[in-house]
């Protein structure tokens, strides 16, 4: 899509974040706001895309998937954490992250 011009970045990054939000009702979530949660996707727009596929088997019963690696991204932050970096997961001890179990009416 990005070669097609479609959308802006600016437009991409309010589809995939704020619209679904405000869609499913997730509250303080989806934009950059005082007391909202910090969830960040730090990346290079010229280069951001996925990598090749590969099967894992880390499931339970050694279950397989499908997982991509992602190129061009720096950096992810959930409730202002750092999970991940250049180099992949940098998993902390103590979760950032929440189960979403509620959503607004």
Known sequence: ????????????ARKLTGDVAALFGIEERGVLEAGYRADLLLFDPAQVNRGPKARVRDLPAQGARLTTPAIGVQGVWVNGVRIADEHGMQVPTDLPGEFLRRFAA
């Open 1 to 12: 899509m990005r070669e097609r011009k479609a959308l802006t970045l600016a437009e991409a």
